[in-house]
Nanobody
Framework: QVQLVESGGGLVQAGGSLRLSCAAS????????LGWFRQPPGKEREFVAA????????YYADSVKGRFTISRDNAKNTVYLQMNSLKPEDTAVYYC??????????????????WGQGTQVTVSS
């Protein structure tokens, strides 16, 4: 079992930056692949970024590539999402997720077994 708690959301102007954090419980954090998803108002939850258990590989949605960076600190049981050059269309509830599967398709919501409660990010124009 893994429990995930996101933090760091808030209101920011377009062009600004935010860093989201997701703290995880459990001793086996380093064995989990981790992802960030977001759900804009009135839309479905969508993939944002993912990182493998070792941190050796990262994946990004095209819409955030070059602006967002996912990273993890296994010593702190935490995954981060650094968001730069924010746009109004980045407004959403952001969720972190974890998977213990050996093979999975990172952008798929169905690949993840554990989810946080979400943190709101609002980007004003």
């Amino acid at each position: 079992q893994v429990q995930l708690v996101e933090s760091g959301g808030g209101l920011v102007q377009a062009g600004g930056s935010l860093r989201l954090s997701c703290a995880a419980s459990g001793r086996t954090f380093s064995r989990y692949g981790l992802g960030w998803f977001r759900q804009p108002p009135g839309k479905e939850r969508e993939f944002v970024a993912a990182v493998t258990d070792s941190g050796g590989s990262t994946y990004y949605a095209d819409s955030v590539k070059g602006r967002f960076t996912i990273s993890r600190d296994n010593a702190k049981n935490t995954v981060y999402l650094q968001m730069n050059s924010l746009k109004p269309e980045d407004t959403a509830v952001y969720y972190c997720a974890a998977t213990g599967r050996v093979t999975y398709w990172a952008p798929s919501r169905n690949a993840y077994d554990y989810w946080g409660q979400g943190t709101q990010v609002t980007v004003s124009s």
